[in-house]
């Protein structure tokens, strides 16, 4: 039987995550507008197609199939698919809500009801298997037409959109929610700003400077979502949420030491800084000279500092799939993908079917670093497998492999933890498998509930448990005391 030394808490917090834009479908119904999601393509040229000097967020149905339309249709189907999470044991459900849902536009006064009466039903639905909903604010998306006609988060109004969008969400659901994360993979924006930040060539995307103005709004937007939330109700907690993806320096040449600092700062902890510090890091002035401007460039007002100050977070979320290594001296250029950025090929690694490198020693380097760093609870909110599942002749999904994947990783968590760092809970990515965010596949898998469709939108939809549920569901009643799948039954 294969067992970890460390016990985790009582109140761990295991179950699932998954995004609006990446499963609920329905996007067209019920009053909600469009997102700047749904103008995503399918398929693997999605991010060259938006990068296109000319891309102005046209949907062309004629050209392009847009698999985040119909999602795996979450939106009518979320009560059984809840009480399959609740078979599985979760103790929490971390989902988005589509801000277009409840704000059309963005930009209006009043949220529309029927948004949020789904939203009421999902959380009710959790509440009757106990189960914690822990929701992201913003994951990848935004009414379309704050991308459009506002030219998405650069653009210091949408700080006031996101507050009163906020403040509707926490007055609606503060009682019953006690989690909320606010942009999810908040950093990602140094590579892909399309999906964060709404930014693409058309609308400045191509300007580092329009990515870091965006940033800093949503650095006031966040802290003052912290500042709602906890006028509201001082038992919610409102965490950042992070793309960490740990880096290495390829050898010990310091040239390769220090670019991979800096890589670490830049990368990893930018925005972490400015959201669970308070305030802009040291070495904020080398950042944006390597980008050509300064401080003084970005719009940032006193009353913005004095209020990232006082409205910290209260802890740290991360999603955490792959390392990446740093090499600057020319001893190789073998590049390797990885989760929205790539890096070197690091030849200790194996690769998944996409090419992002599997390291589960890496999760526990980065819950230790980023503890060290902060000292506030972690939350692993996302980590998983992407692969091509195949259902067996008896019709059945044997995937040892994203078992494997799952179990390493849980393992690096329970030595982090042994390590002295305060996890407070691991949500895997995609319980159920959900359209891609980087190739808008559904063949991309990464749940332990294979949903029938493919990626031309054929399929049943219907739900089927694959071998992994029922290992999760060993490792959640035995609180991770159990990882083995020697001997289980499915
Ligand atoms: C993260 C995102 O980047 O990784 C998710 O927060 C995404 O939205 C997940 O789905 C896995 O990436 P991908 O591209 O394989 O779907």
Not at 3 to 28: C, R, S, V
Not at 105 to 119: C, I, T, V
Not at 331 to 336: G, L, M, R, S, Y
Not at 415 to 433: L, R
Request: proline share 3%; with cysteine; aromatic share 14%.
């Amino acid at each position: 039987m294969d067992l970890i030394n460390y016990e985790f808490p009582k109140d761990f917090l295991w179950g699932g995550a998954t995004a609006a834009n990446q499963l609920e479908g329905g996007f067209d119904q019920d009053g909600r507008g469009l997102s700047i999601a749904d103008a995503l393509p399918g398929g693997k040229k999605r991010f060259d197609i938006v990068q296109t000097p000319d891309f102005n967020w046209q949907i062309d149905e004629k050209k392009y199939s847009y698999p985040n339309h119909l999602g795996i249709d979450f939106y009518h189907r979320y009560k059984k698919d809840i009480e399959l999470f609740a078979e599985m044991g979760f103790k929490a459900y971390r989902f988005s809500i589509s801000w277009s849902r409840i704000y059309p536009r963005g930009d209006e006064k009043e949220p529309n009801q029927a948004g949020l009466d789904f939203y009421e039903k999902v959380i009710d639905e959790c509440s009757k298997y106990q189960i914690e909903p822990v929701i992201t604010l913003s994951h990848y998306e935004m009414p379309l037409t704050l991308a459009k006609e506002y030219g998405g988060w650069k653009n210091r109004q949408l700080i006031d959109f996101f507050e009163n969008y906020t403040r509707t969400i926490i007055e609606t659901f503060g009682n019953k929610v006690h989690y909320f994360l606010t942009f999810n993979e908040i950093n990602s924006a140094m590579q892909h700003p399309i999906m964060g930040q709404g930014l693409v060539p058309s609308n400045g995307g191509n300007e580092k400077i329009n990515v870091f103005q965006a940033w800093h709004n949503q650095f006031v937007a966040s802290s003052r979502a912290v500042k709602l939330a906890h006028d509201f109700n001082s038992n919610i907690k409102v965490g950042c949420m992070l793309l960490y993806a740990t880096s290495y320096a390829y050898n010990a040449d310091p040239r390769n030491q220090l670019a991979n600092l800096q890589n670490n700062q830049d990368f990893n902890y930018f925005c972490g800084d400015v959201q669970v510090r308070g305030e802009y890091p040291a070495y904020t002035n080398r950042l944006f000279a390597k980008y050509g401007f300064t401080k003084s460039d970005l719009k940032i007002i006193k009353e913005d500092l004095q209020q990232l100050k006082t409205y910290p977070v209260d802890f740290v979320s991360i999603s955490y799939y792959m390392s990446t290594a740093v090499e600057t001296t020319g001893i190789t250029d073998e590049q390797v993908a990885g989760n929205l950025m790539g890096g070197v090929r690091n030849p200790f690694l194996k690769v998944n079917d996409w090419d992002w490198q599997i390291d589960p020693t890496g999760l526990r380097i980065a819950l230790d670093e980023l503890y060290d760093r902060y000292q506030k609870p972690i939350f692993v909110v996302e980590n998983g497998l992407g692969a091509k599942d195949k259902v067996a002749r008896d019709g059945k999904i044997y995937d040892d492999y994203r078992i494997d994947y799952l179990k390493s990783h849980i393992k690096a968590i329970g030595a982090a933890m042994a390590d002295g760092v305060d996890v407070m809970g691991y949500t895997a990515w995609g319980c159920i498998d959900l359209v891609s965010a980087s190739t808008g596949e559904m063949s991309k898998r990464y749940g332990m509930i294979y949903v029938d469709l493919d990626n031309q939108g054929n399929g049943t939809l219907n739900r089927k448990k694959k071998k992994s549920f029922e290992w999760y569901k060993q490792v959640i009643a035995t609180n991770g005391r159990v990882l083995s799948s020697d001997n289980l039954k499915y």
